[in-house]
């Protein structure tokens, strides 16, 4: 088959260690073989965002806004530790945080499901997608130590001058203690209302809303009053078309729910409650391996990446010779992703089979008992598993790819 063409640029954004080298394969072996695109690169290599004082980052992410998709590579957010590693100017900021402000995104994270790795809450049969508005919240805090004893306030002035301030007592400490501020905007959390509907409507799932506004009656009530004015206002209609539901529950009885679900469902969480989920989520899936990452700006630009980090570890091994058994499925399905997303945009059929047979390659070579050691470690006990490198994995998913293809010639 000759190569799929595409005509929009994709915007390919190359990251660090390990997730970097597995980058390079996976392109060598399953994607440039197939599909002709122009590729709109930048390098995010924690040395290469040094250089260009992270100007690299916000030149991606304005890429993407351009184009419409891109696909991430996995980068290192630096701390002191990495600075002196890696010899840098100073503590850069997340580029994955850089490029959501940029793009106003949710992001949405989907275990990738196989036949032979049960989920361990044996009620599972369909994949939760966890949507994690990261935004503010206590990732964007305030914070204070209470040295003694005192009076804590939250205050606020008004920039014009006609407003007035308003002020509240938080608590009289009699002795230490420590004090946390946080915020959010109406903005942002209509964004991300917009995002969680968008997208649950696209996967045809229904999408859960979950916070505590009983205790949180301004802060945590203003995202429900939100959510529930983006329903009434612009998806009322379209989910009973799609016979989809939207359910609001209280984030306590909302997690009991889903434990005794069959899953199947996009819950949409805060910033903190995502964090926590999307990570519970994935090891009762299985492995934060098998785990994508959507980025989906409400504006109609779509990021995708893996749910896991540069893999610093096996990065170590693999310059000192030594074997690596990385599991590069995360990794395969954002760029399939990528691809699928592209095609849907461009009307590009062909490119949306391809990421499609791409995708059922990867499961089948996971399904016929060829894993790398993580999985090893979850599946179903089989005689005929076999533990690959990372390489071998890919090549075996390779294998499996072309007679794909070649069944259509």
Not at 96 to 103: E, P, Q
Request: hydrophobic share 40%; with cysteine; charged share 25%.
């Amino acid at each position: 088959m000759e190569k799929i063409q595409v005509k929009t640029p994709i915007v390919e954004i190359d990251g660090d260690e390990m997730a970097r080298v597995i980058w390079k394969m996976i392109k060598a072996r399953l994607i440039f073989p197939h599909v002709d695109f122009a590729s709109q690169y930048f390098d995010l290599h924690i040395k290469n965002r040094d250089r260009t004082d992270d100007q690299v980052t916000i030149d991606a992410a304005n890429a993407i806004k351009r184009y419409g998709v891109g696909v991430k590579c996995a980068t290192i957010t630096p701390d002191k530790e990495r600075v002196e590693e890696y010899s840098l100017k100073k503590i850069w900021a997340s580029p994955n945080g850089t490029i959501r402000s940029i793009l106003d995104g949710t992001v949405f994270r989907k275990p990738i499901i196989v036949r032979n790795i049960k989920p361990l809450v044996v009620s599972w049969e369909k994949p939760i997608i966890i949507g994690r508005h990261a935004y503010g919240d206590v990732y964007s805090n305030a914070e204070i130590r209470v040295p003694s004893p005192g009076k804590a306030v939250i205050s606020f002035s008004p920039s014009n001058n006609g407003g007035k301030k308003e002020e509240k007592t938080i608590t009289h400490f009699a002795g230490p203690g420590i004090i946390q501020g946080i915020y959010n905007t109406d903005r942002s959390i209509r964004s991300f209302a917009k995002s969680c509907f968008r997208h649950a409507f696209e996967q045809g799932m229904d999408l859960w809303f979950s916070v505590k506004d009983t205790i949180s009656k301004t802060y945590d009530y203003r995202f429900r009053e939100i959510f529930d004015e983006e329903y009434r206002e612009n998806w009322f209609t379209k989910f009973q078309s799609a016979n989809i539901k939207y359910f609001f529950s209280l984030i306590d009885d909302a997690a009991a729910r889903i434990i005794r679900s069959k899953g199947g469902m996009l819950w949409a969480l805060k910033n903190y409650d995502g964090d926590v989920m999307s990570d519970m989520i994935a090891a009762a899936y299985g492995s934060i391996a098998m785990m994508t990452s959507t980025l989906v700006s409400p504006n109609g630009y779509f990021e995708y990446e893996a749910a896991h980090g540069t893999v610093r570890k096996h990065y170590y091994r693999y310059l000192n010779k030594e074997e690596t058994s990385t599991n590069p499925m995360a990794i395969i399905f954002a760029w399939s992703g990528c691809l699928q997303k592209r095609g849907e945009i461009d009307k590009n059929s062909s490119l949306v089979r391809f990421s499609n047979m791409l995708e059922e390659s990867a499961i089948d070579t996971i399904e016929s008992g060829i894993m790398t050691a993580d999985l090893i470690n979850v599946a179903e006990e089989n005689t005929n598993n076999v533990r690959v490198d990372t390489k071998g994995f890919i090549d075996e998913i390779a294998v499996r790819l072309n007679k794909k293809i070649e069944s259509l010639n």
